[in-house]
T-cell receptor
C-alpha cells in the first residue's frame, strides 16, 4: 500500500526550515528518502532501518518511528539547491528490497 | 565509478512496435529494479531481480511486458506490442542489500 506524504507542496525562502512526513498503514522494515529534480532521475538521500538511529548529513536529516510507521525528513536552513520533489520509499516488514514510493512532496526554495 | 547506465535515453515508436530498454547496473550491486514514472501514477515498481533472479514481477502491467537479466551486468525490459498508454519514463536502479537505490538517467518512451 502506497505511503502517504504530507504536505503535497511547500514553498520556502532560503534559510527557512521544512519538514516532510511519510506515513504507512503497514509495519515497515525501512524507509528511504530520495530527491528528484525536474527532468532528472531520483537521487538517494538516506535510508533508515528498523531499529536504527536517526540519520543525517549536513542540513538534511530524518527520523523513523517504527511504532507509528512514520518517517520525517528535516531540511534545515534550506538552500536553492534543495528545490525538487522528495519521495519516501517504504519497505515492508521484512528485508525484501522492494520499495513502494509515496506520491511525492514538491519543495520550492526561493531567494 | 560509473553509475547505472540506460539506453536509449529517448525512444519514439509507433503503436504495435516492439520496444527494448537496456540497463547496466553499478558493478557489485546485487539488486536491480525497473520502474515506470508518469504524472498520473507516480513512480511504480515493475519488477526487480536479486542476483539475476526475478523476485517480484507483480508490478508488470500485462503480458506485453517482459524483463530479463542474463548476467550481473545487463538487463532488458521489453514491451511487445507497445501501446500509447505505455508512454512514460522508465528507470532502472541498482542497489546492495539494505542499501539505497541508485537510479539511471531513465528512458523517455513515447508511443504514437
Amino acid at each position: 500500500q502506497q505511503p502517504v506524504q504530507s504536505p503535497q507542496a511547500v514553498i520556502l525562502r532560503e534559510g527557512e526550515d521544512a519538514v516532510i512526513n511519510c506515513s504507512s498503514s503497514k509495519a515497515l522494515y525501512s524507509v528511504h528518502w530520495y530527491r528528484q529534480k525536474h527532468g532528472e532521475a531520483p537521487v538517494f538521500l538516506m535510508i533508515l532501518l528498523k531499529g536504527g538511529e536517526q540519520k543525517g548529513h549536513e542540513k538534511i536529516s530524518a527520523s523513523f518511528n517504527e511504532k507509528k510507521q512514520q518517517s520525517s525528513l528535516y531540511l534545515t536552513a534550506s538552500q536553492l539547491s534543495y528545490s525538487g520533489t522528495y519521495f519516501c520509499g517504504t519497505e515492508g516488514s521484512s528485508n525484501t528490497g522492494k520499495l513502494i514510493f509515496g506520491q511525492g512532496t514538491t519543495l520550492q526554495v526561493k531567494p | 565509478d560509473a553509475g547505472v547506465i540506460q539506453s536509449p535515453r529517448h525512444e519514439v515508436t509507433e503503436m504495435g512496435q516492439e520496444v527494448t530498454l537496456r540497463c547496466k547496473p553499478i558493478s557489485g550491486h546485487d539488486y536491480l529494479f525497473w520502474y515506470r514514472q508518469t504524472m498520473m501514477r507516480g513512480l511504480e515498481l515493475l519488477i526487480y531481480f536479486n542476483n539475476n533472479v526475478p523476485i517480484d514481477d507483480s508490478g508488470m502491467p500485462e503480458d506485453r511486458f517482459s524483463a530479463k537479466m542474463p548476467n550481473a551486468s545487463f538487463s532488458t525490459l521489453k514491451i511487445q506490442p507497445s501501446e500509447p498508454r505505455d508512454s512514460a519514463v522508465y528507470f532502472c536502479a541498482s542497489s546492495l542489500a539494505e542499501g539505497g537505490q541508485y537510479f539511471g538517467p531513465g528512458t523517455r518512451l513515447t508511443v504514437t
